[in-house]
């Protein structure tokens, strides 16, 4: 153990040690662009060189334009001969149109014989009982009792507080969605892994796909499909896809070589080696890639509703735009209901263990019961409500609602706590907010180039630093930079305050049981929400603003610093922490001198995600009244310009990559200091 703790001694020397090497660049660094963002305007006036203060209008690049004239040369001019690329959308939309229709009728509309008034039913939809006992059912299959009766009350929920209509029309596009998301990335994670060419082509991809905002592909995808589900389902897979196909590889990757070798010795030839060895020996791990297509789905229906996809998240957005706090927080809570019920489910099936066969000399009935079962019900069910309008659809008469709670809430902290709650925005407007938007407004972009580039480059050596430079470039010369200022100024104000929260409740959810249990129910909780059900309750305490933005940011992005920092906490060697006990260190030194250095790749890990999260958020918090690079984003979809969503998306999408691997280069940094590498 002495061996152990010698190889992370404490730093000795006080201030001296603490000025020299790294942090010595990173002061200059940040001396500098200081005295340039202060003295810029001066610059200006004295030299009268505007160039320094904004990108010459003449040398901008007009990318957005390029882009909108090709995307309208797609729709209306490109011919194949025998047919355009407008056939092409359409013979897409609708392969993804018909098992949708088929689904939606299934769940909610019925089958009818002909159109509008004069529409006829032929087959009634599904009854609410029989959907639930499906679930209830599927649930008892894959895990037991307690998961189905969690599963049938998330269920029953939607029913009895009057959400079932729209959550029909949400599960609808979740049947969907899930399997292309699910079987598109399981395909192209099996080619990544096969061909280090191709995971190599495909991996700036899905950097872009998982970084660009979503309301981004949203303008070019509703040019192409037009408003509506189909285009709506499309975005979201779009959205959903990346993780899938990055587990499928990672999961085929950590196969153990020897069942590998173990399955060519059996005369596997490759396609038998894939799919009867090596994806049923990655099958869980793939799973939780499942699990997230079907989170990132039911994330995304809100902001999916925007272009006509229905459901849930449509009755948020209305509330959202109504200021509607009680409807609003019953539909984004039957989204976190769906959420939870799903997410338990799919995580059940991918930690199933496999069972025995049944008794094949039984027959069909005692053999699968709950099958069985299962079709009874739907049968009886189904043909009930025929009859009797329970069985068809839940009473509205007898539906419950929490929305007067939720407005009486909000109303009475208005009331109560009105003073305290403008002191606190007032101090961080004052003291923070004010000052770090008048830092990053002030910085000229020359110097704001040059010095992204020299950070990066520090971190992460000399190619990371001119691909983070010419990123900056892009966004000087495309006219967004002040924007993009004040992109990074709310993502680094919100990513602060994030840290400052989420890291000691982390290190101490790390260290303690009891609090582990309570700050992971809350974070989970949080987790869970739909982005956009944030913006609910902030607007109506702290109105429109930087201000109510920031915190909606903040709540949303503290996961990410919580669980890594818990992580970090709990993976150190307890045979060090009994160490440095044995060299008479207090608690206190224990944490700053050996768990704090020792977690800190888990802590950068954790602010990794905290900021890309931050981002994703921003875009999202356009519709209370930031002047950022969300705000052009969101423009750009209200208005279908295709160019100006495409090139401020990717705006955001490049400040995302630099911070992505300039944090993943020093997280690589400390793990070899630690010598974990």
Aim: charged letters at 15%; one cysteine or more.
């Amino acid at each position: 153990m002495t061996d152990q703790v010698a190889d992370h001694p404490p730093l000795k020397g006080g201030k001296a040690r603490w000025l020299t090497g790294g942090r010595l660049f990173w002061l200059i660094l940040l001396a500098v662009t200081w005295a340039a963002s202060t003295w810029s305007f001066a610059l200006y006036k004295a030299l009268d060189a505007r160039w320094i203060v904004r990108f010459p209008k003449a040398y901008q690049i007009s990318v957005d334009d390029w882009l909108s004239d090709f995307t309208k040369w797609l729709v209306e001019d490109l011919s194949f001969g025998w047919f355009t690329f407008r056939d092409v959308t359409r013979f897409i939309a609708s392969l993804i149109e018909a098992p949708y229709d088929l689904v939606r009728s299934l769940l909610l509309d019925g089958f009818a014989k002909g159109q509008g008034q004069q529409a006829v039913e032929i087959v009634p939809a599904l009854s609410w009982i029989a959907i639930i006992f499906v679930f209830v059912a599927l649930a008892k299959y894959a895990r037991g009792w307690k998961l189905a009766a969690l599963v049938g009350t998330c269920f029953a929920y939607l029913a009895i507080f009057g959400q079932w209509d729209s959550a029909m029309v949400t599960l609808a596009s979740v049947l969907i969605a899930v399997p292309i998301g699910a079987v598109g990335g399981l395909l192209l994670g099996i080619a990544a892994y096969r061909s280090a060419q191709m995971e190599r082509l495909m991996r700036p991809v899905l950097d872009l796909m998982q970084t660009v905002p979503v309301f981004a592909y949203l303008v070019p995808i509703l040019v192409l499909f037009g408003f509506g589900p189909v285009a709506a389902l499309i975005a979201t897979v779009i959205y959903a896809m990346p993780p899938m196909v990055r587990n499928t590889t990672v999961a085929l990757q950590s196969v153990p070589e020897q069942l590998i070798e173990a399955g060519k010795m059996m005369g596997c030839k490759r396609r038998q080696l894939m799919w009867k060895v090596m994806v049923p020996a990655a099958l869980p791990s793939i799973m939780v890639g499942v699990n997230q297509v079907i989170m990132l789905t039911l994330n995304m229906v809100i902001i999916a509703s925007m272009i006509g996809a229905g459901g849930l998240g449509y009755d948020v957005l209305t509330s959202l735009r109504r200021l509607d706090i009680g409807g609003g927080v019953e539909a984004g809570f039957a989204i976190v209901v769906m959420a939870i019920a799903l997410d338990r489910l799919s995580q059940a099936f991918a930690e199933r263990q496999l069972r025995p066969q049944p008794d094949l000399s039984l027959p069909l009935p005692k053999r699968y019961p709950w099958v069985t079962a299962t079709i009874a019900v739907i049968v009886c069910a189904t043909l009930a409500s025929l009859f009797i309008p329970f069985f068809r659809v839940y009473p509205a008469e007898q539906a419950l609602t929490t929305g007067t709670i939720w407005e009486t809430t909000i109303a009475w902290i208005n009331i109560n706590f009105f003073d305290a709650i403008d002191a606190v925005k007032t101090f961080l407007l004052t003291w923070l907010l004010l000052p770090v938007k008048q830092f990053f407004g002030g910085i000229p972009w020359p110097v704001g180039v040059v010095v992204t580039g020299l950070a990066a480059g520090r971190a992460g050596g000399w190619r990371l630093g001119l691909l983070a430079a010419a990123m900056m470039l892009f966004i000087a010369a495309t006219g967004l930079w002040n924007k993009a200022m004040i992109t990074i100024y709310l993502t680094s104000v919100a990513v602060l305050l994030a840290s400052v929260i989420g890291i000691p409740l982390g290190i101490w959810a790390g260290q303690n049981a009891r609090a582990n249990s309570v700050i992971g129910a809350i974070i989970d909780t949080l987790q869970t929400l739909p982005s956009f059900v944030y913006l609910i309750p902030v607007i109506m305490l702290f109105r429109v603003g930087d201000f109510s933005a920031l915190i909606a940011i903040v709540l949303y992005a503290l996961a990410p610093a919580v669980r890594y920092a818990a992580h970090g906490i709990r993976s150190i060697d307890p045979e060090l922490i009994e160490a440095g006990k044995v060299a008479g260190c207090t608690n206190w030194q224990l944490l700053r001198r050996i768990k704090l250095p020792l977690a800190a790749p888990s802590l950068l890990l954790g602010l990794n995600q905290t900021i890309m999260l931050a981002l994703s958020m921003l875009v999202i918090t356009a519709l209370v009244g930031t002047r950022d690079l969300g705000q052009e984003v969101y423009i750009a979809l209200t208005k279908a310009n295709v160019g100006k969503g495409i090139v401020a998306g990717l705006g955001v999408a490049f400040l995302a990559i630099i911070a992505d691997r300039v944090v993943n280069a020093l997280a690589r940094q400390s793990r070899e200091r630690l010598g974990l590498e």
